[in-house]
Nanobody, 124 residues
Framework: QVQLVESGGGLVQAGGSLRLSCAAS????????MGWFRQAPGKERDVVAA????????YYADSVKGRFTISRDNAKNTVYLQMNNLKPEDTAVYYC?????????????????WGQGTQVTVSS
C-alpha cells in the first residue's frame, strides 16, 4: 500500500512558476514509477509527466515539453513537478500516481495508487 500526498499548488500569474511535490508513504518508493496527471473542469484526466522507477526514463505530454520537469528523490520518498512559464490552460487539479515497477507510463489504467490532488490556477 502506498499513500500519496500532493502539495505546492496555488494561484500564479501566467508566465510564473510552481513546484508540486508528492510525498509517498512506505519503504518501497524507489520501486514505483510515478506520474503526474491533471484534470480541468469538464475534461478528462490526462497525463502530464511520468518517471520510471529507476528515474532513467521520463515522459512528457506535448503541451508541457520544455516547460515542466519531473524528478524524484528516493531518499525523501518524493516526486516533484517543476512547472515554468505557466499558461492559463495549465489550470487544473494535479494528481500524482504510483505504478509498481513500471516505466514512465502514460495511461491512467497503469497506475495503482493516487493522491487526492492539488489545485493549480493560472491567471491571465
Amino acid at each position: 500500500q502506498v499513500q500519496l500526498v500532493e502539495s505546492g499548488g496555488g494561484l500564479v500569474q501566467a508566465g510564473g512558476s510552481l513546484r508540486l511535490s508528492c510525498a509517498a508513504s512506505g519503504r518501497t518508493f524507489s520501486s514505483y514509477a510515478m506520474g503526474w496527471f491533471r484534470q480541468a473542469p469538464g475534461k478528462e484526466r490526462d497525463v502530464v509527466a511520468a518517471i520510471s522507477w529507476s528515474g532513467l526514463n521520463t515522459y512528457y505530454a506535448d503541451s508541457v515539453k520544455g516547460r515542466f520537469t519531473i524528478s524524484r528523490d528516493n531518499a525523501k520518498n518524493t516526486v516533484y513537478l517543476q512547472m515554468n512559464n505557466l499558461k492559463p490552460e495549465d489550470t487544473a487539479v494535479y494528481y500524482c500516481a504510483a505504478n509498481y515497477l513500471g516505466g514512465a507510463a502514460q495511461f491512467i489504467k497503469e497506475y495503482d495508487y493516487w493522491g487526492q490532488g492539488t489545485q493549480v490556477t493560472v491567471s491571465s
